[in-house]
């Protein structure tokens, strides 16, 4: 949620730059409504003091001897007389509240505005390889190598899923331990959360209430439930409705869950196989940190989510999104693109995004700093990585003419030793 002090110091300039980000806003109701609620606040602690006063005055006036009913009289007339104001007041609160939920988070001022037309690529990493040889897609490859069946995921699901077999099952979770083994390396707490979460999780994470039909929902469960799209609803949640301190900042976390998407992929060639599915495997990065910390540890997770790849020995670049092309919830995101072969493209990996404050707005997550000062904790998450984009740019890129794939190297560890997968014999 977007501070409010922010608004009522510069409601243009927030505007504009809100607008970077496709969001056309008019802020007069939100300012009437702050006015209102100006003399209403004024009216009704006015009131309360006169009532705090004269209740007060009653075990004086009792010890003298004197008569109490008229002060009993005269706090009841101003309850009465204030009910009013503080059911408006009430109400108010609730709209200011209404208002703000919708808007998105302010993007950074470096941002370009627009959408993926205007995305920049800063980094790019290894060299598009030329084959000596007729290069295959991931999917044919997959199969040929007894990798992925798609058939009988398709037949078990639908479209959209598909089951990971003998050495395609082992490379996948030789991926996750890899990534796993790198963040307990850097000093990261691993957790695994619950993939069903509640209504208040996805609030505060920006999801709802604007985005709730992106999720897959449970019916006829109350209260409401729903299904992690990815671990970054459940890590902001970790520490919501609570007060850190500030040395105990920046908190650092990663989890591992299947990620649950509403809105799988088309047929068509760009998204076949694994690129896109209703169902995937990601480690998430999370971080907690002060206003300070900030850009430090969101540099910290591009680093991390690059070093991943570089380690891999992909073909991989880094780009700054644009303002529209970031989620609402987000005032910065670089996402780390890794080339697929077959399609002469490069597809996201992993998102690495900074909300600053918005996210621990809604879920009141702060911290004490030295002085005493309770202030808003920032929230950072990166895909540190998601597997189904990295699974078929390694069986694309580490092809071989005779149509094995040759596993990185630091996946053999995980692998027990095997250093490459040869095609299935028929």
């Given at each position: ?16 730059k809100?607008?970077?980000k496709?969001?056309?806003v008019?802020?007069?109701p939100?300012l ?8 209403l606040l004024i009216k009704?602690?006015n ?6 006063k ?6 004086e006036v ?7 009913t ?13 009910a009013d104001?503080e059911?408006e ?10 208002f703000l939920?919708?808007?998105?988070n302010?993007p950074?001022d470096?941002l370009l ?14 060299e598009?390889k030329?084959?000596?040889?007729e290069a ?12 992925i069946?798609y058939a009988?995921g ?18 996948e ?7 796993i083994?790198?963040?307990l ?5 691993f957790i ?5 979460l509640?209504?208040?999780s996805g ?10 039909d992106?999720?897959f929902?449970l019916?006829?469960v109350?209260?409401?439930k729903?299904?992690l ?15 850190l301190?500030e040395?105990e ?17 088309a047929?068509?060639?760009e998204?076949?196989g ?9 480690i998430?990065?999370?971080q907690?940190?002060t206003e ?9 997770l591009?680093?991390k989510?690059?070093s991943l790849?570089?380690?891999l020995?992909?073909?991989f670049?880094?780009s700054k ?9 987000m005032?910065r ?12 493209i490069?597809?996201?990996v992993s998102?690495?995004?900074t909300?600053?404050?918005?996210q621990?707005?809604r879920g009141m ?8 000062k ?7 998450n990166?895909?540190?990585l998601?597997t189904?984009r ?8 580490y092809?071989q ?16 030793g ?8 028929k």
């Amino acid at each position: 949620m977007i501070d409010q002090k922010l608004i009522l110091e510069n409601p243009e300039e927030i505007a504009k730059k809100l607008a970077k980000k496709g969001c056309i806003v008019d802020f007069k109701p939100f300012l009437d409504l702050v006015s209102r609620r100006k003399e209403l606040l004024i009216k009704v602690e006015n009131a309360k003091a006169e009532r705090n006063k004269l209740s007060a005055s009653v075990p004086e006036v009792k010890k003298s001897g004197g008569d109490v009913t008229q002060i009993f009289a005269r706090v009841k007339q101003i309850a009465a007389e204030t009910a009013d104001d503080e059911k408006e007041l009430a109400k108010i609160e609730e709209d200011i509240k209404n208002f703000l939920l919708p808007l998105p988070n302010i993007p950074d001022d470096d941002l370009l505005p627009g959408g993926k037309e205007n995305n920049k690529v800063i980094h790019s990493y290894g060299e598009v390889k030329e084959f000596g040889f007729e290069a295959k897609n991931h999917v044919d490859l997959c199969e040929s190598l007894g990798l992925i069946d798609y058939a009988r995921g398709a037949k078990m699901s639908g479209h959209g899923c598909w089951v990971y077999t003998g050495l395609g099952a082992q490379l996948e979770w030789a991926l996750l331990n890899f990534f796993i083994s790198e963040h307990l390396k850097d000093g990261y707490e691993f957790i695994l959360p619950p993939h069903i979460l509640n209504y208040e999780s996805g609030y505060v994470a920006g999801q709802f209430p604007k985005f709730i039909d992106d999720v897959f929902s449970l019916k006829d469960v109350e209260p409401a439930k729903f299904i992690l799209p990815t671990a970054e609803t459940a890590l902001v949640n970790l520490h919501r409705n609570e007060i850190l301190s500030e040395n105990e900042l920046p908190k650092k976390y990663f989890a591992y869950t299947p990620c649950y998407r509403k809105e799988a992929g088309a047929y068509r060639t760009e998204e076949r196989g694994m690129i896109r599915g209703y169902q995937f495997n990601k480690i998430e990065m999370f971080q907690y940190t002060t206003e300070e910390q900030d850009m430090p540890a969101f540099e910290e997770l591009v680093k991390k989510a690059v070093s991943l790849m570089e380690k891999l020995g992909l073909t991989f670049r880094v780009s700054k999104l644009a303002a529209e092309d970031i989620s609402a919830s987000m005032a910065r995101t670089y996402d780390i693109e890794v080339y697929i072969p077959s399609m002469g493209i490069f597809k996201e990996v992993s998102s690495v995004s900074t909300a600053h404050t918005y996210q621990a707005r809604r879920g009141m997550i702060r911290y004490r700093d030295k002085e005493g000062k309770v202030k808003y904790a920032c929230t950072l998450n990166g895909s540190g990585l998601a597997t189904s984009r990295v699974f078929p740019a390694i069986i694309e890129q580490y092809q071989q003419a005779d149509g094995s794939v040759i596993i990185p190297e630091v996946l053999r560890p995980f692998m027990g030793g095997l250093d490459r997968i040869y095609p299935k014999k028929k």
